[in-house]
């Protein structure tokens, strides 16, 4: 079996020797060209590169060797984010040092990388825990900070028991630690934020300005951002002047139906509006209760909420009626004012809190005949709400705000679901954050010229308490950049969300050292072309890499407002109907196929199997299929490499078949370019695009079984060369070692990567019909228009289905059918 398959391993060596020693992929800034900066996301270094990361390497090689064949100077370059918990965790685990146990991995994955013959400029390569990296997020964290952009204060916080470490929103599903699943509880804890809700408008704005972005994402940003429209007012506490309670509503049209409100438990008025011991003590019972739920428990949609009802009365100012108020645990401190009108008719969660607790449910807006037994957000005519009866929703919104405006009782309000960005991790493995906090001048950042503050080799690691940091007295007792007094270094380490927010801009010029990136590079670069990953980074990593891009921008270092142009997210790599994972143990390695079946078969597997947003189901038949096609192309090419595929006395452009089977065959060929071209720049469809060249492949194989009486011999080796170097030109981004090599193989000195990527010869698709005669036993029955080069089989059915044929034929038996090429069809039936 394996004797029949082409030497893919000698070729793959030798192509990735070749292209290396050439420095083929090195990337060249040139103002002359158009450039193409084609990224896919960069890897965490765990030690072993598995199917997830061939597919989208293979996707992004793709289309980084398609773009260059299509003229353009590209920059494809990779990197390691490298810092972050596996490390730590192994280092905990076996003893490791984090720097030893990364920077190994990073040799391993490299060298596999460097097996699937990716066309990376490995000059450019990055790596984030190198202080050459991390010193200029460093830098930018001080500039942030005397602009406000950084801040540290008290929150309460996600922490994972198990990890040690905070955990933003996002890492938290189902109130479980994203990495290791343990519990998440809530802590108050100092840290630093990044001010991200400064640039929430922007970031949303530009939502709309991604075309290139799949529609999925930019929703799922949207959402996370969160932006709403309302009111914000007060409702004075019965019989207390002195104290309201201040209130957020994306719905003021509704407050007719305010039957109670809603503090957060955590609410700073609640110490105030409670008077006797009694009624601390239970909302001290229920804030403890509270505190144990996560946010993500609390803001959940399916699960029964949990109030108490204080003895303080709020007024409704519109109505003048008094209603009770409770906390409950549906409402969080961090949104809006932390306080809530709740108006159970219009609003599903309030609706199900008062069913509950057993309070009144004033609809105000009309319900759609039959919708009854949950709270109604559409729109409607309002109805049981005063002065706004009649009007639709949004007029009784505009209204409502003019009344309270009118009144000096509140004012329209914009509200964000994002918050900023806790950018602090008491974990040794990052980023130290660049300030010490001095006994006589407090928080003071560190001098720039001190930069980078390294992160100190030595640490023990237990795994337990707070930041490893803080138990090296050689980093933590320092000297006051500002008065040379005693100071104590910050020990949090940063978020490594940090570095992936930049480090597109650090490939731009990787070794520079007197910035985070040399301008004109960045210039030139930016922003990334085509950017690939999954969609798992949906919101983070590419929230965080948005925001911080405008950061930079607004700090006068770059000038691009977005840094990537497009993105595609493709799909996971499943096997057996589960993601591929070690512990459901359906695990592909790439390296066992990489060896058994070559790399090109990997890459052209994973490219084939599904279009790329799609899930991959992987499965051993079609890698066995990827294998045999590219034998096949293998055998075909080697087998007619002498006459049959002479170099061409003139360029193919010229070549202009004489015979209807010359003129049919190069039609197909000219067919499969275009087709392939649209379906790989237009459609990212790069498995129909693979499809066509496998049909042309099939095409090659019967063309040259036939013997084409009557074609000139010069004008089949012309056709067969013409179609066979096609197929290795649309071949080479999807399998590039086996292109490369028949290519040279064929007499080329030039690689095939500096050829341009084929067109479609307009000449070639035309289509010329004629007209066939259709005659029954000598007599004309009909006429049929078809192109010319239809084989005579499909003609012959054609024939015989034509409808002014049949009634002459339908009920005899068709003896024969003869078809005079270009003129007749003749039927014959035994009469
Ligand atoms: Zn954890
Ligand atoms: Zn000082």
Redesign the pocket.
Known sequence: MSSDRYPFQEIEAKWQRIWDERQQFRAVEDPARPKFYCLEMFPYPSGRIHMGHVRVYAIGDLLARFKRMRGFNVLHPMGWDAFGLPAENAAIEHGVHPAIWTYENIDNMRSQLKKMGISYDWSREVTTCDPAYYKWEQLVFIKMLERGLAYRRRSTVNW?P??Q?V?ANEQVENGR??????E?IPKEIDGWFFKITAYADELLEWCDRLPGWPERVITMQRNWIGRSEGAEFDLPVVGRPELNVRVFTTRPDTVFGMTYAVLAPEHPLVDQLVTDEAERRAVADFRAEVARETEIDRLAADRPKHGLRLRAKVVNSFNGAEIPLFIADYVLMGYGTGAIMAVPGEDQRDWEFASQYGLPIIETVQRPAGFIGEAYSGDGIKVNSGFLDGLTVAEAKRKAIDWLVGRGLGVAKVNYRLRDWGISRQRYWGAPIPVLYCEKDGLVPEAEENLPVVLPRDVQLSGKGGSPLAEVASFVNARCPKCGGKARRETDTMDTFVESSWYFLRYCSPTYDRGMFERGAAEYWMPVDQYIGGIEHAVLHLLYARFYTKVLRDLGMVKVDEPFTALLSQGMVIKDGAKMSKSKGNVVDPDDLIRTLGADTARLFSLFAAPPEKDLDWNDHGVEGASRFLNRVWRFVIAHMGEALAPPQSPPSALRPTTEAGKAFRRTVHETIAKATQDIERDFHFNTAISAVMELVNALYAFEATSHDGMPAGERAALLREAVETTLLLLGPIAPHVSEELWSQLGHAESLFTRPWPAADPAALVRQEVTLVVQVDGKVRSRLNISVGTPEERIQRLALADERVQPWVRERAVERVVVVANRLVNIVTRA
Not at 177 to 182: A, E, G
């Open positions: 994972c198990s990890c470490t955990l630690c994203w990495r290791c699943d343990s998440v």
